[in-house]
DNA sequence: CGCTGTCATGATAGCGCTATCATTCTTTTT
DNA sequence: AAAAAGAATGATAGCGCTATCATGACAGCG
């Protein structure tokens, strides 16, 4: 099994692959005539498309998708940008993503922005390159390159996350409402002094959303909305390291809006390891509905937002405009749930 | 920005895409000089690397990276196989190859087995398909006819995660050791009704092999070595719901070392919220080192296995190999380390 | 001054597949 | 029974790019 590290000496005139062309022949028929054997089985004869599949095992073919994507100026690939893949959120919708397309036969060309719109276009470039059959990306927001050569593109372009009016299909949550939501649930418990934790918002905007709706609820209550931001992205050892800080500049606090389940789990375990009482000293709360906070005593209050639904959705919405289906709705409201726990 | 859902219709002789031979041409140069100036700018001078580079900018071309695939007959593109995508190790390592990769403008080809190895076949295939530059695969085993597939493909091909004799490149970690690892912790903590659980095992086999070491340490002391096996794959949640089922089986225990920290994490927790003391009560341990382990309270004790630097190691390797240098070593052992907590 | 070597560029010929149109033969329709 | 429609197959001509070999220009060298 020993390999021969020259690869890129390789003679293109005496490839050794099997092509198309000596299946047709093993099977007495056509290139062309394989060619629908294969991928339009419809078109063929039982007879021939028997023959052909039996040429196929026989020979060990494996058909040259580069060449077939280059001919039909069509790729079963699909680009997926996403801004992290350290969040498990993307991850779950790239799930989402992955099983519904790969079902269909397509793949899955993966891209990490690294939250840098700069970078994301250069990965839609690279991808358009492709000739991917469709781009999803996270997020409404892009640079202005990336968004003019998004415009001109002419194939299924789904930007999911967020929701609102974007290039082509959408698939996401209202953000601003969900921090609405939360900050509701919080001044209907009665806190007042409450702070908004979140990490890196020019980066993760779409928690800075979910702050824009927050600060609106405490405002309209003619509570002050004081933000705590960190320069670390999101994590247990940021939540954990948060209280400190939020404690510092707010001694007051009594509940904590974390922008996600991260920070707010590590905020929890942290403020038990010192003794604090949550809800009583400290009320907590996140986003996103991680299994973590469930799993937590007390239970984590949170956002649950349907992410693996998400990409399923998405996925599903593509395969209908990729297959030729006219696609009304252009935007869907996955929405979210408000999940109580104990921790406010 | 709106899109006509008929994008099969397109007509192939009519394409509005930018050329290389148009940038050639506004640049007053011929096509094959055009390619040499973006992809081997030493080989032509500068004025004509400037020239074409601004025509590049100038018609907004965006290279077709499929045609030039067909026509080199290689890719930038790296096939990444895992087995799944629910569990954050397989993302990590992910991780590590995608920041790698990226950074030498290589592009991601994910696929997903669900840990089913015909499932594997298939995608391997597909890639194969792609031209793929690597392919890189979690474990060292295949089925039969993936197996054959890959020893004839004349491509870099890396196995990650376990360690040990495989195709070709491979980076990864002693399984069996690790095992025997935190069984001899624990028994050298003075543990002696020990079991170990697991999920799913016959799938993730490398949770097996830890298995093996365990039990051939406790053996060693002469102690028994059951085993529970759960139906459901390794979360919080099937973490929690294993305290009863370990219980009912073996209502002596005292230490229960789990397959991975997701399962270990969620008995800890469960055991807080039915007031058993960790680990005076009963003593547990992971494996994985995840973040969430170290901070529960008590610390989780786990081994700790370096996962994105698996994927780093694994990449950079790779790339060794696709630039064309010897790779000397095959096997990487990237190791693993007790982290000792309170759990146990 | 011819000889060899290097550098920059170009002409040609595919890479392996499929869109398109053409052909043959069979079936259905009027 | 002739015409029209359909079913199965094939010949041709690319898709957009790059490997390969060829060319011309110019430097260094004995």
Redesign the pocket.
Same mark, same amino acid.
Do not use: D, E, M
């Given at each position: 099994m020993s390999k021969d590290p020259s690869h890129t000496a390789k003679? =293109? =005139?005496h490839?050794d692959?099997i092509?198309?062309?000596q299946v047709a022949k093993s099977a +007495? #028929?056509? !290139?062309?005539?394989a *060619? =629908?054997a294969? &991928?339009n089985p419809a078109? #063929? *004869?039982d007879?021939?498309r028997r023959n052909v599949l039996a040429a196929v095992e026989r020979l060990g073919?494996v !058909? &040259?998708l580069v060449? +077939?994507s280059?001919? *039909? *100026?069509r790729s079963k690939l699909i680009a997926v940008i996403v801004p992290s893949l350290i969040n498990s959120v993307f991850v779950e919708v790239i799930k989402g993503l992955q099983e519904t397309l790969e079902a269909e036969g397509y793949q899955i060309l993966l891209g990490n922005t690294d939250y840098d719109l700069d970078r994301e276009y250069q990965l839609v470039r690279t991808f358009l390159g492709w000739s991917c059959s469709a781009l999803v990306t996270a997020g409404l927001r892009h640079n202005k390159a990336c968004h003019k050569l998004l415009a001109n593109w002419d194939h299924p372009i789904m930007e999911v996350m967020e929701l609102g009016k974007g290039m082509d299909l959408n698939v996401g949550l209202d953000h601003v409402a969900a921090g609405r939501c939360m900050a509701s649930h919080l001044v209907d418990k009665g806190y007042r002094d409450i702070v908004y934790v979140g990490a890196r918002l020019a980066q993760d905007y779409r928690a800075s959303m979910r702050y824009e709706g927050h600060k609106a609820v405490l405002q309209a209550h003619g509570i002050d909305a004081p933000i705590v931001e960190l320069d670390t992205l999101g994590s247990l050892k940021a939540g954990s390291e948060s209280l400190d800080l939020v404690f510092a500049q707010h001694p007051k606090t009594k509940a904590i809006h974390f922008a996600n389940d991260d920070l707010a789990a590590g905020a929890l375990l942290a403020a038990q390891r010192r003794g604090l009482n949550v809800p009583n000293d400290i009320a907590i709360a996140g986003f996103n509905g991680l299994p973590l906070g469930q799993h937590v005593t007390p239970q984590l209050t949170t956002i649950l937002s349907p992410r693996e639904e998400m990409g399923r959705l998405a996925a599903k919405e593509l395969i209908r405009r990729l297959s030729g289906k006219n696609v009304y709705r252009r935007q869907h409201d996955v929405g979210f749930k408000l999940q109580l726990g104990e921790s406010t």
């Open positions: 003679n =293109r =005139r490839s692959q092509t198309l062309t +007495g #028929v056509s !290139p062309i005539t *060619s =629908r294969l &991928n078109k #063929v *004869s007879t021939t073919y !058909p &040259n060449a +077939g280059l001919a *039909s *100026s």
